[in-house]
């Protein structure tokens, strides 16, 4: 007598009907989590760069810039933070990446669907002054937060950098009504 080994179509079908409904109830869990990482990810490149530009304006005794760059060579006079960011020591302090300033950090652009904003005295430059403050151009003190989250108009969780009147940056998670 003679066995056939294998699958008949309905055996065959069950089977991919069980992990159709296994894969629908996994994938929306695999894509939080996802973005859950980037976020993560972002945040931490960014604090590691305000880390950098302070650490860099202590060792040079001399201000250092990070600003918003589109272009990876120049400050950005308009955008947001996710288009990419440099770090330069800013040798006139006027928070403008000019010639013959050295440029210490690229960062490449964050991309979709990733949202990094600071409040309006972060929005454009963060700038430190040689003993690891951050201080304006103008010499006020500068302080102020970044928000990282990824773009949705539910309520997202995302990471705050909270830069502090001494220049020190700290990270923290928060949930955000929406992240345009």
């Known amino acids: 007598m003679q066995t056939n080994r294998g699958f008949t179509f309905v055996e065959a079908l069950s089977t991919l009907a069980v992990a ?3 894969a ?3 994938v929306p869990s695999l894509t939080a989590g996802l973005r859950a990482t980037r976020v ?3 945040s931490t490149e960014m604090l590691a760069s305000l880390l950098l530009t302070r650490s860099e304006a202590v060792k040079r005794r001399a201000r250092v810039v990070m600003c918003r ?6 400050c950005a006079a308009s ?3 996710e288009q990419g960011w ?3 020591a800013d040798l006139n302090s006027d928070g403008d990446r000019d010639a013959g300033e050295a440029l210490l950090h690229v960062q490449q652009p964050l991309g979709e669907p990733l949202r ?3 409040t309006t005295t972060l929005a454009k430059y963060v700038s430190y002054a040689p003993n690891g403050a951050t201080r304006f151009v103008g010499g006020g003190f500068q302080a102020g937060t970044f928000t990282v989250c ?4 539910k309520p997202e969780s995302g990471r705050q950098i909270i830069v502090n009147a001494t220049g020190r940056p700290r990270v923290q998670k928060v949930q955000l009504p929406s992240c345009g």
Do not use: D, E, Y
């Not at 760059?69 to 120049?74: E, F, I, M, V, Y």
């Open 20 to 22: 159709a409904v296994l």
């Open 24 to 26: 629908s109830a996994v």
């Open 40 to 42: 993560s990810a972002a």
């Open 69 to 74: 760059s589109a272009n990876g060579a120049s």
């Open 79 to 81: 955008g947001s933070w």
């Open 86 to 88: 440099i770090v330069f």
């Open 116 to 118: 990094l904003t600071g």
């Open 150 to 153: 990824s773009q949705s108009t």
